[in-house]
C-alpha cells in the first residue's frame, strides 16, 4: 500500500454552518422538523458539506487510491453537540485503518478515515467515519 500512514491527517478544511445550506439538507431529507427548515439546527448528515472544500482528486491520490475502483462502504457520525447556524468548525480528516482483504474478484483496500469537527472553543462538535473500498483492478 501507498499513501498517508494510519494516524496521518488527509485534510484539513474550515467552513461556517450556513443557514442557507441546513435548509437546503433539509429540503433534501424531506425533514419535517422546523428547526431545520428555518435553518437553525443543522440536520444529522450535514457534515458532508465539507466534501464542496476539499480537493477529492488530491486526497485520493495522496492515499494511493484509484478513483476509479473507489466505493464508499458506509458513513456515520457521533454528535458531541448539535451543529447550528453559524458554528465555525475546523474539520481535521485522519487515516484510522488501511487493510486489505481478499475477496472473490481479488484484493480490496478498506481505507477508514475519521474526521473530527472542533468548534472555535477547540472542543470537538462531531466525529464522523467513512470506509472507502478500492476495488480489485480487473
Do not use: C
Amino acid at each position: 500500500m501507498t499513501g498517508i500512514p494510519v494516524g496521518g491527517v488527509v485534510d484539513t478544511v474550515e467552513f461556517t454552518v450556513e443557514a442557507g445550506k441546513i435548509r437546503e439538507f433539509a429540503r433534501a431529507t424531506f425533514t419535517e422538523d422546523p428547526r431545520h427548515a428555518a435553518g437553525e439546527l443543522a440536520t444529522a448528515t450535514h457534515s458532508v458539506v465539507t466534501g464542496h472544500y476539499r480537493d477529492q482528486r488530491g486526497f485520493v491520490a495522496r492515499l494511493g487510491l484509484a478513483i476509479e475502483r473507489i466505493v464508499v462502504g458506509s458513513v456515520s457520525w457521533e454528535y458531541e453537540r448539535p451543529l447550528i447556524a453559524g458554528d465555525r468548525l475546523v474539520a481535521t480528516r485522519r487515516v484510522e485503518a488501511d487493510t486489505v482483504r481478499e475477496g472473490r474478484t481479488g484484493a480490496m483496500r478498506f481505507v477508514t478515515l475519521a474526521t473530527s469537527f472542533t468548534d472555535a472553543a477547540g472542543e470537538t462538535a462531531l466525529v464522523q467515519r467513512e470506509v472507502l473500498i478500492e476495488r480489485p483492478a480487473s
